[in-house]
């Protein structure tokens, strides 16, 4: 592993071998519904809260992505995995029966791309099988950053709407997929974006800044 400036280098790239995504209903009737491994028709997945619906999710597409790759939970030396909740609640029930050690992360809408990353790391380091994930669902996240949606508070154009779904890769030292040559991590910027409901004001600079 090499380092120059931000970039993190590989000398011998890790490989994703396996991966899965799973949604729920509203995203599941986009452009990239073929792309899914699993749609959810009920967004709450018989669960009694939409928290335990997230988690609920991010464990299906672990195990997927586990499957996908042909890998046990006996066999992964990690877990990084995050969502938006406090203290990455969604992810904790998620994990808890699958007794791999895990490590939470919280990056938001980067998280899938640091836990990979992270992942990456341990790899170079010598872990031999590491499992990335992340997790969202639209309805917990307005409740935990707006108002719940119980009480109708009207959205503004500019409103995001927070994906409802998981995601997931298994990271190993070799093995057929996709090679991670390189990692970059970003730097906390304030760039002065002070309305709640326009993150996309906030996310576009960092799009500007990778693409330069």
């Known amino acids: 592993m090499r380092i120059k400036g931000k970039t993190v280098f590989f000398d011998n790239p890790p490989v994703i071998t396996g991966h899965a995504g799973v949604v729920g209903k509203k995203e599941g009737e986009g452009p990239l519904a073929q792309d899914f491994d699993a749609i959810f028709e009920d967004t709450t997945m018989g669960q009694q809260s939409y928290e335990l619906a997230e988690s609920a999710m991010l464990h299906d597409a672990i195990i997927r992505a586990l499957s996908s790759a042909s890998k046990s939970p006996s066999e992964v030396d990690f877990v990084l995995s995050g969502d938006l909740l406090d203290q990455c609640m969604g992810s904790a029930f998620a994990l808890k029966d699958l007794e791999i050690p895990s490590i939470g992360l919280f990056g938001a809408c980067s998280t899938m791309a640091l836990s990979l990353s992270i992942g990456s790391m341990l790899i170079d380091g010598g872990a031999n099988c590491v499992v990335a994930g992340t997790s969202s669902h639209f309805c917990s996240s307005e409740r935990q950053f707006r108002f719940p949606l119980e009480y109708g508070g009207q959205r503004p154009p500019s409103a995001q709407w927070t994906v409802t779904g998981a995601g997931s890769a298994v990271i190993e030292r070799e093995g057929e997929g996709v090679k991670i040559a390189a990692v970059q991590i970003g ?26």
């Open 187 to 212: 730097t906390i910027t304030d760039l002065g974006i002070t309305d709640a409901n326009n993150m996309g004001a906030a996310m576009a600079p960092a799009i500007a800044i990778i693409r330069l």
